[in-house]
């Protein structure tokens, strides 16, 4: 665990995840913020691709394209969550 913590801090790129929570509680939280998400190129490009989100009520959901699950990470990364 200590070993998966100095990867991570030494490049965030190691981990295959964004985590989007920092700074909600179980207050602040709705079923609709999304907490982590995949990166975009985890399952390919293209058509084929696309990625998992962990949302606020604990379930999982798949965009299926590579473009659309681009868009929603662009909204994330912005600050806008839920997007």
Excluded: K
């Amino acid at each position: 665990m200590e070993q998966t913590a100095r990867n991570f801090r030494a490049g965030p790129n190691h981990c295959s995840y964004h985590y989007t929570g920092a700074g909600l509680t179980r207050a602040t939280i709705t079923p609709n913020h999304v907490l982590a998400y995949e990166r975009s190129n985890n399952h390919g490009a293209g058509e084929a691709g696309g990625g998992h989100l962990l949302y606020g009520d604990g379930r999982v959901a798949w965009i299926a394209t590579t473009s659309a699950f681009e868009r929603l990470a662009a909204r994330l990364a912005a600050g806008h969550n839920p997007p």
